[in-house]
Structure formats: C-alpha cells, structure tokens
C-alpha cells in the first residue's frame, strides 16, 4: 500500500516547500468502470464509480504569474512554468495535467494567475484507474473555488476534458472525470454519453458481503493506441452501414438483421457495443431492485464479448478473469480500453484470500510478472479536505 500524506501533513509539507501555508488542500479519487466499455465514444452508456484512492493537492494563489509544482512521488523535482504563455503538447510528465487545468480555465476567461502546487497521490499509476484524472479533478476543485471562477460540476467536467483533448493530447471522453467529480461512496454513476445526463446508482458491495479486487496485470501492449483507433473505425463504419448516426441507435433486436449488411469482423464489434450498452443497462436494473450480488453474470459476458467479439483483451486479462473466477468470484472481467491494463473481480468477502493465490498461482505458472492486487470501494466524489 502507497503511503500517503493526510490534509495536514500535506499543508505542513506545502509549507516547508514553498515558505507558507497553502490557501486550501483539495482531493479527488481515480475510478473503476464497472461495466460499459468502448460505448462512450459510440454515445452509449457506462457504470464507472470513485475509488477510494485519490489525488490530493495543496495549492496557493500567487500575487504574480510564477507556476510552481512539485510531488511527493517520482524525481521530476520542482517544475516552473508561466501562467501567461502555456502551450499545449510542451508540458512534462504530469505536470501536463495541472498545467492543462490552468490552461483549460484560461481558455474560458480566467484571467492569468500563478500559483504553488504540491501532489500527493496513492491512484496507482498507469493501472486503468484514472490517475490523470484524480490529479485534473482536484486541481479543477482548488482552483474554481479559489479564483472564484464559478464554473458548475458540468463545466468542470468538460473543462477537464478540454485540457486532456487540447493540452495533454489525449483523446478522452467525460467518464472518468465525471466519476472523479460527482461519484458518492456506495454509489456508481449511470452516465448516459450522449446527452450527459448522469444518476447516481447504489453499489454497495461490502454491506452485501461482497469486496471488488482489482487486478492490475502491469501489462501494457504496444498496440493499446492502434487497436484503439481500430475499434472506434470499426464502429464508424458500422454505424454508417447501418445508417445510424452512432451505435447507441443499435438495439439487441436488431443485430439479427445487421448480419447480413456488414462484414463480419465489423459485425462482431458492433454485436459487443449493443450488447454492452444493454449490459450496463441491465447492470444499473439490477442494483437498482436486488444489489451488487446478483450482476455477477453480467461481467462474466462483459469479458467474454471483450475478448471473442470486440478482441481487447490479453492473455494476462484472461488468466486473471479465469483464475479468479474458478477461485470463488461472482463475477470478473477486464475494465478499461484493454490491450492489458487491470481486470476487476466482484468476490464474496471471504473468497479475498483464495482469489488473491490463484491469481498470483496463475501468473507465477505462466511465467508473467506478479500482478498487483488491491481492494476498491466506491467513494465520494472530489471534495475540499481543509
Ligand atoms: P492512468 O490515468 O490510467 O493512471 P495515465 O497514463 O493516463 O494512466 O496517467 C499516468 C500518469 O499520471 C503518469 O505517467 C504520471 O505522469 C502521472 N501521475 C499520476 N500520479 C502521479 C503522482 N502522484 N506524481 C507524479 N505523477 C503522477
Ligand atoms: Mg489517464
């Protein structure tokens, strides 16, 4: 387990860094899809919730347009920048992300401001778990309340999204900062991407004796941005063979009769974003009448569809599906883009150490690297901490 610094430490530590308190100390949780993959950019829906591992940062306004940004993990050391000439694609490392924020808010009309920043964060890095986003989330937190900018979480939202788009360089959606932003503990978020309408759906595993593991398999395929690109062309092209303007407008009822208008690879990949849609539907209907233990089949064909009709996943994601499945799980699948990145396992609370040994077994006997595993439970939403 990350050792991390509370609000208090993190001030003292801010203090000794840069000479004096900071304004504020603000956090924002990483996230796990619960189900709905590769349906946002198709205008579908996703089930994403908070975690309880977050990004915290102290921050202070400055009188000038200095930018200061230091944190507590990794040896990039004190990065300065000026508030008044941020050019996207220039920024290092994660500094990017912050930078981004500031940027993001320039772009709708905060005057330029400098500031001290210190980060401190237990989001595991480059697990699938949004630890870009918790860093983003936070500093959007710190600094709308503290210009005064007055933007609303739907604002922040898509101002987060632009520094991502814009300023990072990364084609992102609204999932996980929307997650970040207004997750509440025991609670996923039912977002709808089209018309970004959101209801918080109760998922309270551990009050039905039930604890989501998180499988970070370490792997990380050099072809994830390719097959990214792939799928979404895929989907293009089956949405205008179709004749619809996004695969949300594809129900199950119809795949029958798209069989014969599309190839069969393209048909495969629409089959799981209609299937997937409806699962995560079927998912919220379920917490919603019965709770977390009954959705245990609904990720197994969540993975299933990844792996034989949407092709995402990998051998590591598979082994850690299967492993933990035939150890007690109710449930598994991979989470995220794929092409290596975590799987998630919802198991009853006393299978946690038997699933926790046939995973590593597998992994051992297979030759790959040790996965890491850890306990998620959805969390609140970004919050001021002092
Ligand atoms: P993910 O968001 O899935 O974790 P990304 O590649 O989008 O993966 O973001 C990971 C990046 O976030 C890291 O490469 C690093 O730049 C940055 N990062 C996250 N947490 C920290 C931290 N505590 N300190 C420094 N950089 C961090
Ligand atoms: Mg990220």
Redesign the pocket.
């Known amino acids: 387990m990350t050792l991390t610094l509370d609000a208090g430490q993190l001030a003292a530590r801010f203090g000794s860094v840069f000479g004096s308190a900071p304004d504020g100390v603000w956090q924002a949780p990483g996230r796990v899809n619960l189900m709905g993959e590769h349906t946002d950019y198709n205008e579908g829906f996703v089930l994403p919730f908070a975690i309880d591992r977050t990004?915290r940062v102290a921050v202070r306004l400055r009188p000038d347009s200095a930018v200061r940004l230091l944190?507590t993990?990794?040896n990039q050391g004190l990065t300065t920048a000026d508030a008044g000439s941020l050019v996207g694609g220039t920024a290092k490392?994660?500094t990017k992300y912050p930078l981004g924020v500031l940027w993001a808010l320039q772009q709708r009309g905060l005057p330029v401001r400098g500031l001290d920043l210190l980060?401190?964060?237990d989001?595991p890095?480059?697990?699938?778990?949004?630890?870009?986003?918790a860093?983003e989330c936070a500093v959007i937190s710190a600094l709308n309340e503290l210009t005064g900018a007055g933007l609303d979480t739907q604002e922040m939202v898509l101002a987060t999204q632009r520094a991502e788009n814009d300023f990072v360089g990364a084609p992102t959606g609204i999932m996980d900062q929307s997650a970040s932003l207004r997750g509440a503990a025991g609670h996923a978020l039912f977002l709808d991407c089209r018309d970004q309408s959101v209801r918080l759906v109760p998922f309270d595993a551990e009050s039905a004796g039930l604890v989501m593991l998180v499988i970070d398999t370490k792997v990380s395929h050099s072809h994830a941005a390719g097959g990214y690109a792939a799928r979404r062309a895929s989907c293009e092209l089956g949405a205008a063979a179709l004749g619809v303007r996004a695969l949300r407008d594809v129900g199950p009822g119809d795949l029958e009769g798209a069989g014969g208008r599309l190839d069969p690879v393209t048909f495969r990949r629409v089959r799981h974003v209609v299937t997937e849609n409806e699962r995560v539907r079927q998912t919220v209907a379920l917490l919603d009448s019965t709770g977390p233990g009954a959705i245990g089949p609904l990720l197994d064909a969540s993975h299933a569809s990844m792996r034989d009709d949407f092709e995402i996943s990998c051998p590591e994601l598979d082994l850690a599906v299967v492993a933990a499945r035939s150890a007690g799980a109710v449930g598994a699948r991979m989470t995220g883009g794929g092409f290596g990145g975590s799987a998630i396992a919802l198991i009853p609370a006393t299978a946690e150490q038997p699933v926790r040994a046939a995973v590593e077994r597998g992994f051992a006997a297979a030759g790959y690297p040790a996965p890491a595993i850890f306990r998620v439970r959805p969390a609140a939403g970004a919050v001021r901490l002092a």
Request: avoid cysteine; charge should be neutral; proline fraction near 0%.
């Open positions: 990004a944190s993990f990794g490392g994660w980060l401190d964060s989001v890095r480059g697990a699938g778990l949004s630890s870009s986003h860093i």
